[in-house]
Structure formats: C-alpha cells, structure tokens
C-alpha cells in the first residue's frame, strides 16, 4: 500500500504576484470590473469630478481621472500592496463599513494582470504630485515624482497581457465597452452630486454634470436609460423603522424583454440580491405581463451595522441582519405605489408608445363567446358558465354567488346611468351622457366620455387630452379582480378545508426544520402541516379555494419561501391565480354591445379602481392619443 504521506506535497507561502494573480481572478473579469473598482476608489476619496477614459473596449487602456484627497508620497507603496486599505482599522470599522471599497486587493490584483500606472497629489500645489508603476511583477514599487492637480489618476494600460489565457476570453471590443459602459451608468447613477465623463476612442460618450435638484436628477435618468424612462416612471420615497426606500419605479406598461434597466443601491452600493429581487418580484406580481421585467432606480438607506457588504469578493451581494423586515419593507413599498396606479392618476402619463406587451389578441377573445348572446346577457354581466365551458364552473359560480351577496349591485355596474349636466348641444346628450367623477363635478374626469364601440371590443371615449381606447374586457377584469381581492380581505383569513385522505411528504431535515419554525405562518394561511418524523411532513387541511391544488408542490414551495426569505406568498399567488381565473370568467365579454351609459360607467369604475391600467395578466387596458399625435397622424399644421 502506497503511504500517502510521502508523495504529499509540502505546504507553503505563494509567491506574492501568484497569490495576486489568483486574488485577480475574483477582482478582475473583464475590462468593466477594473472600471468598477477605480471609479469606487475615486468615490471613496471624495471626488467632486470623475473622469473616465477607455481604449478599443479598455482592453487597451482604463483610465480613471479625480479630484478627490488624493494619496501622499509615504502611501503610494503601500496603494499597490495587498490588503492594504485606509478604510478600516478594526472589526467595529468592518461590522459598519460605510465606503465602497474597503478590502484593500483591488489594485494589488490589478496591478499584477496590467501594467498600471498611478499618479496622485494630497497637496493644492500641482509640482508636488507622485507616481507609482507597476507591470505585473512582484517588485517593490519604485515612488519618482510627477506634476498632477490634487487628486489622483490611475492608468491601466494592455489588460492580461502576462496572461494569454485570460486575454483570450475577452470578447469584441463593442461588447466589452457595453460592459464598462453598464459599470460606468450604475456609478453615475449612486452618486448625483459628482460629475461625470466617459470617453471612448477619445469620443465622449457621456458627460454628466453634478446636480442636487429632483430636476437635475431625472434628466441624469434621462441621459443614461433614455426619457422613456421618466415618462413612464413614479417616484417613490417611503420611510419606517429606520429604513428609507426611495427612487422610482416604472410603470408595468413600460416593462422590457429582459432585466436590463434594474438598478438598486444599498446606501450607496450597487447590489444583485436575491431577496431584493424576490420582494421586486412579488409586488409587481399581478400587473406585469408574462415574461416581461419591470425597469426601477431604487436606493434604500439604513444602518450600516445591519447591513454586510463584505459577503461577496465583488460586492455585488450584501446580507441584511433582520432580512424578513427588509423585505416586507420593499413589497409593502411597491406595492402599494403600483396599487395607486390608475387613471385618475396617470392619464397624462400614458400616450400611444405603450410598450409593446400584445400576447393575448382581443380577437381571440372573441371566439370564446359568439357574437349572438341571449337577451339576459345583454342586460348585465354573465356571471354563470356552463360546465363543458369550464372545468371549474361550478367553483366559480359558488364564489360569484359570495360575491353578489356582499355585492348586490354587482350586475348592475355597467348598466346605471351616471348623472348628465346640462351640455350645450342637446342633441348630443343622448349620445354621450357626461359621467362626471365623484371628487370634482366641474373637472372633465381622465378617461372623458364614452364616444362609442369599436367592434364589439374597445370603446372610444374623448377626455382634455384627445383620444382614449379602451379594451373593455380587459379593464372589467381587472376591476372585477380587486373587488373580489378586496372580499377576501374582508373576511381576515381563507376558509380551511380538511383533507380526506392527509397527504405525506418526504421532506429534508432542513424542510422540517422550517416547517417547526414557521407553525405560526403556516397556520395563518390555512394549512396545517404535522410534522411525523425526521424526514416526514403531513398535509391534513389546504384552505377551500386550493383544495384541487397539489398540496406537495405548494408546501414545498412555500417552505422554500420561507426559509430563504422569511416569508411566503405563494398561497396568496395561489389564491390570487384563481380569483383572476373567475374574473376573467365574470367580466363583461368581447362582442358584448355596450351603451354609451355603460360605457361610462366602466370608464368611472376604472378610475376608481387600483391597478385598473393593466388587467389581471398585466396587459394594458387603456391607452391615450393626444391631439398633437392625431394632428401629426393626418398632417394637420404642416
């Protein structure tokens, strides 16, 4: 038998440049994460100005310019040495780290892939300035002195060139400077009160001066993610239990293909975490169209000694101390600025460039209920469906028929007559009865008054601005969803139903550990869960509304839910999946004929009703043509 021992390797020391080298490759990725780690620097120092300048994507040259204090002579060796840092001095200092940067590896690892140059003056005096090079080697860093105005600048020349390997896996010099680009708009964005340049090729690409005023910030906004982004954004500033959430969040009509326009800052740091992007998730849950990604600017501000920044090698994720209260904190935030989201409030926000979240043709509604429909149809809304129509019919018409009872004049919504001033061409009254909102009789209200009906399917109504379109199907949904949402708050919990027959889930010691842990929450929702053994959980009771759902696969997920994040939603998504089933099922029908006083009607039920732009599956419900569109539509003025 070979003895081990004597063929082991002896343990020792790396050699500086190797241990840097090792060090670089969780520091240094590509040409944008060297841009990330100086502008953080010059951050950190105070900087007023912040310059920054790439060759042929940075795989040439990064050089980042500021006009921060700059490091004196006796620092410079010490810049470029490994976990050498000015940013903290003990562990009180790390536990309530407030700078970017603070490791002390970054240019040490940087230095060890490029050949680097940095120059710095902690002096007004500009002859008394000093520079440091280093080309990838483990010498000692050699300090001669070089002219530089107070501040400091740090070039990065040739990228991996003592590592061909590594060099090779950087890509087109378009797609590289795409990525410092994206550093250089996250750092733009954190601090408003510094100004900023970018140059590529010796092209200015951005240049940002500092600003302080909510206008100097949104054109910021507008400069770097373009004025889409403000015209189809709310700003939201919201503050409790020490914790501040403030920036703004866009609309779900102006929603992307991808989760390229998500930026969120703790106190100041960029970060990508998963429990902040779940909370994102959640309260855009039920507006968002499917496969869509909101876009939102975010900074939340709290202690920093409940917050650890120092979890990750790049920074990009952080770990709250109470991560459940953070949570809840952002969801209950977004939420209810997206709930407030209607008509009333965003009709001048809305125009034709309504993003393009099509996936669900009207037409196709249309062949779900032909054209013809029985006279008791026309005269209300169908709240009743035949089984073969849909499986769950006769749970939809159980609910509907709760629901009429706390809402008797449910059917009638679209058929009461809102009251009509007098207008000045009597032969239009009875046309176009005027509607007026509930909180100001002389103010046109935003969605205006019904014109007419566009093939059984969108209705055409004029408000102050121009022309509205309304998907009426769409717009019911959503309003008949929040009236159902609002009854099953009212009743404070959902009705639990026993199972038959329990069922058992072989479940890992860590599900049952938050399974114990969590009885209290999971009782709240209606499920009882047993735990009967090390590895064995017991669903004996679901709440009513979910009994045909998999009990595995919801526990299951929950218990996920919980234990990451300290909280669940998936019941209520649950819940909230089948009450937007029967809304969709309870709402007014393609190829329904409307009067102009039901039209109305629903025009005013819209402004009153939270989330009501988009419906249940987060389509649009409603969008605004202005007077200057349609001029432009038909060359009027030109």
């Known amino acids: 038998m070979t003895d081990i021992t004597a063929i082991a390797p002896r343990i020792q020391v790396l050699d500086p440049r190797l241990a840097n080298q090792i060090a670089a490759g969780e520091v240094v990725e590509r040409p944008s994460s060297v841009t990330k780690e100086l502008i953080e620097n010059a951050i950190d120092a105070g900087s007023q100005r912040i310059e920054v300048e790439i060759e042929q994507g940075g795989a040439r040259l990064i050089k980042v310019r500021d006009d921060g204090i700059g490091i004196g002579e006796e620092d410079l060796p010490l810049a470029l040495a490994r976990h050498a840092t000015s940013k903290i001095g003990s562990l009180e200092d790390l536990e309530g780290v407030s700078s970017l940067g603070f490791r002390g590896e970054a240019l040490a690892s940087i230095s060890s892939v490029s050949r680097l140059e940095l120059i710095s003056n902690a002096e007004d005096d500009p002859r008394h300035g000093w520079r440091v090079v280093a080309e990838g080697r483990g010498m000692e860093a050699r300090v001669t002195p070089a002219p530089h105005p107070r501040g400091t600048s740090v070039g990065v020349r040739d990228l991996f060139f003592n590592t061909p390997a590594r060099r090779k896996f950087l890509r087109t010099e378009k797609t590289e400077f795409a990525h410092v680009e994206e550093a250089f708009r996250r750092q733009a964005l954190s601090r408003y009160d510094i100004a900023w340049v970018l140059r590529h090729n010796q092209k200015v690409i951005h240049q940002l001066p500092a600003g302080h005023s ?158 013809e429909q029985p006279r008791w149809q026309q005269q209300g809304i169908a ?132 399974a114990e842990s969590e009885q209290e929450a999971i009782a709240k929702l209606g499920i009882e869960l047993d735990i009967a053994g090390p590895e064995t959980l017991l669903v004996r009771q679901l709440p009513a509304l979910l009994a045909q759902a998999d009990p595995e696969a919801l526990v299951r997920q929950m218990l996920e839910e919980l234990a990451r994040y300290g909280r669940t939603h998936q019941v209520e998504a649950r819940v909230h999946e089948l009450l937007s089933t029967m809304a969709c099922h309870g709402s007014v029908r393609a190829n329904r004929r409307l009067t102009i006083d039901e039209m109305n009607a629903l025009l005013r039920d819209m402004e009153r009703t939270e989330r009501s732009d988009q419906c249940n599956h987060g389509r649009p419900t409603w969008t605004q043509m202005g007077l200057k569109a349609l001029d432009r539509l038909f060359l009027r003025g030109q």
């Open 214 to 371: 909510a206008a100097a910030r949104e054109r910021r906004i507008a400069s770097l993610l373009g004025k889409n982004f403000i015209e189809h954004a709310r700003y939201i500033e919201r503050e409790a239990g020490g914790i501040r959430l403030s920036g703004w969040v866009g609309l779900p009509t102006h929603s992307r293909s991808q989760a390229d326009q998500q930026y969120f800052f703790v106190n100041g740091r960029v970060v990508r975490d998963r429990l902040v992007a779940h909370a994102v998730r959640q309260a855009y849950r039920d507006v968002l169209f499917n496969g869509r990604h909101p876009v939102f600017v975010l900074y939340l501000e709290l202690d920093p000694d409940v917050v650890d920044v120092n979890v990750h090698p790049t920074k990009h994720e952080v770990r709250f101390r109470d991560g459940r209260m953070v949570h809840d904190f952002l969801y209950s935030s977004l939420h209810h600025s997206l709930a407030s989201a209607k008509p009333a409030e965003s009709a001048e926000e809305h125009d034709a460039e309504v993003a393009d979240t099509s996936g669900a043709s009207p037409q196709g509604e249309a062949s779900e209920v032909g054209a």
């Open 383 to 514: 709240l009743t469906h035949s089984p073969d129509r849909h499986p769950g019919a006769e749970r939809v018409r159980r609910f509907m028929q709760g629901y009429q009872a706390l809402h008797p004049n449910h059917e009638e919504t679209l058929l009461t007559p809102q009251p009509s001033p007098p207008s000045e061409r009597g032969s239009e009254v009875r046309e176009a009865p005027l509607a007026m909102p509930d909180n100001d009789p002389t103010a046109p209200p935003p969605l205006g008054f019904a014109l007419g009906q566009l093939h059984g399917i969108y209705i055409l109504a004029q408000n102050a601005e121009g022309l509205v379109l309304v998907d009426m199907h769409a717009a019911h949904e959503r309003i008949v969803y929040e009236r159902m949402k609002t009854q099953l708050a009212a009743a404070k919990g959902l009705d639990a139903q026993p199972l038959l027959v329990p069922v058992s889930i072989a479940a890992s010691r860590a599900e049952v550990a938050t």
